[in-house]
């Protein structure tokens, strides 16, 4: 492993390698009943930004279950910007998520914006999600390490992956080493898009971390022509799977629209990932060096 890294990161000592290279043979594998995130799948999470109702949870479940998501994602607390927009269901809408588990087997992850509502979420949350805003949220970070379930952990909206590995051990050190890192894209200076997906964050986390690593390409990129080419990036670059934002009716969508997908476009995202994935496969297998930089040597 590059030793700069090693030096940077190895302080983090329950989600990062040590200097011993065989540390970095052993990785962080996490099930959620019959999925694995961080083995050999490329795990897919979809759904809308918002649960907003019951007929549009459970069509935007259908449709993700049978272009081959495993894990719906859906905002029951919404962090938004505006104090004015939509600020989610609340537990109207976990019930709303629980029903399209019963009704579809996918599992459910879904926003956790304050430490007060982590025991009731994680009565209904297959995965408990940490938005890029809550991310040094150090009171929610340790009442989830005893939430007994897997994290999905994104990156703060200017955190740097030093600081977002930092919260990664915050929630390991209170108990829970279940943790999903997310590149969900940073604010740089760029405005042709919502934020700038760090595509070489992948790599560098995958190299110094045991923990999967997974990439929100709908966050990064604002508009949704940019998603299906950002998600094939990460699958080349060796992520673990993807989260993206699915909608019935974009234009109609009361958060995210302009970077939902419909129906449609996240089908086609999906059989045009096929190429792309088993290039991951491919470079699994014959040189795994390529997709942990420097971590094999
Ligand atoms: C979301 O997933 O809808 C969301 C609010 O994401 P982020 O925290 O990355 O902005
Ligand atoms: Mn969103």
Redesign the pocket.
């Known amino acids: 492993m590059n030793p700069k890294w090693n030096g940077q990161f190895s302080c983090f000592d329950l989600v990062a390698h040590s200097a011993d290279a065989k540390s970095s043979r052993v990785r962080t594998i996490i099930e959620i009943g019959e999925i694995e995130i961080g083995g050999n799948d490329f795990v897919v999470m979809a759904g809308p ?1 918002a649960v907003e109702s019951e007929k549009q949870l459970l069509q935007t479940a259908e449709a993700v279950a049978s272009a081959g998501a495993r894990i719906l994602r859906g ?1 029951a607390y ?2 938004r910007s505006s104090p004015y927009s939509f600020q989610g269901l609340g537990v109207e809408g976990l019930k709303i998520l629980r029903k399209a588990r019963e009704l579809t087997g996918l599992a459910i992850v879904t ?1 956790v914006m304050s430490e007060e509502d982590v025991d009731l979420i994680a009565e209904y949350a297959d995965i408990m ?1 940490v ?3 809550s991310m040094e949220n150090y009171a929610l970070l340790e009442a989830l390490g005893s939430c007994g379930r897997p994290v999905l952990l ?1 990156r703060g909206l200017t955190a740097t992956i030093e600081e977002l590995l930092r919260s990664a051990q915050v929630i390991a050190m209170a108990g829970n080493p279940n943790i999903i890192l997310c590149e ?1 894209g940073i604010r740089t200076f760029e405005t042709a898009t919502r934020n700038t997906l760090d595509i070489a964050a992948v790599p560098v986390l995958k190299t110094v971390s045991h923990l999967p690593v997974i990439v ?1 390409p709908s ?1 990064a990129a604002g508009v949704r022509s940019l998603v299906p080419i950002l998600a094939r990036a990460a699958a080349v670059v060796g992520a673990d799977g993807l989260i993206v934002e699915v909608h019935p009716s974009p234009e109609n969508a009361l958060s ?1 629209g302009e970077q939902s997908l419909t129906f449609g476009e996240f089908g086609s995202m999906m059989d045009d990932l096929e190429p792309y994935l088993d290039l991951q496969r491919r470079s699994r297998q014959l040189r795994p060096q390529l997709l942990a930089v420097g971590g094999a040597d």
């Open positions: 930004c905002g919404k962090p926003e999600q938005g890029t805003r994104k969900r929100d966050h995210d």
